[in-house]
C-alpha cells in the first residue's frame, strides 16, 4: 500500500506513522517550576542527539507542564524508563493539575540531581541531569509552525545504579528498557544480541 500523508488516507482503523517509526525510547522527564512544585511525565518523541557534547531532545505535543518548568528553571533530568517500572511511568502520564506531583502519584521517590535543580526518579536504573540549550517549534513544508515544543538539553551528570552494570557495561537485558511501539503497544529492550561492524 502507499498513501499520500497530506491526505492521510491511508484505509487502516489508525494512523500507522508511529507504529513505522518504532520502537522509541521513553524519555521521563523530570522538572521542577519556578514555585518548587515537581512534575514528571514520560515522553515518547525522546533521544540521544550528540556525544560530543552530549546532548538529547525530547518534544511536546502542545505546551505542557514540562516545557513551562525548563523555560522557567533551565533544567531538567530524563530518567531511565525501564519494564519494572512500566505501571509506574504509564500513571505519570496522567493530565495532573499544574503542581500536583505525579512523584506522588506513581509512588515514586524524587532525587534531587547533583548539578541541575529538577527531581529525577530515585528507583530507576539511570537517570541523566540536563541544562537546556534551546526550544523550538519546528514547521512543516508549508511552513506553518506544529503544535509541538522540541526541547534540546546537554547532559551534565549521569547517575547509574550499580546493579545495571555488568562486565563493565550498562546492561540492557538487566534493565530491559522500556520502549513505546505504535497505539497503545509497548516493548522492552531486554532481549539483546551483538553485531560487529564491518571492516574492510
Known sequence: MFYDTAANRHGLPHDPFKAIVSPRPIGWIGTRAADGSQNLAPYS???????????????????????????????????????NLSAAVNLTSVAAPRGESEFEIAGLTPVEGTLVKAPF????????????????RPKGLDGVTSDSYVVFGEV????????????????????????????????DGGDVFEMVRPRR
Open 156 to 187: 551534565v551528570g549521569i547517575h547509574i545504579r550499580d546493579e545495571a552494570i555488568r562486565d563493565g557495561r550498562f546492561d540492557a537485558a538487566t534493565v530491559r528498557p522500556l520502549a513505546r511501539l505504535g497505539y497503545m503497544d509497548y516493548c
Open 45 to 83: 518523541f525522546f533521544n540521544a542527539i550528540s556525544d560530543r557534547p552530549k546532548l538529547v531532545m525530547f518534544s511536546s505535543s502542545t505546551y505542557k507542564d514540562s516545557v513551562r518548568n525548563i523555560e522557567e528553571t533551565g533544567d531538567f533530568t530524563a530518567s531511565f524508563a525501564s519494564r
Open 121 to 136: 526518579v530515585g528507583e530507576a536504573f539511570a537517570a541523566l541531569e540536563c541544562r537546556m540549550t534551546e526550544i523550538l
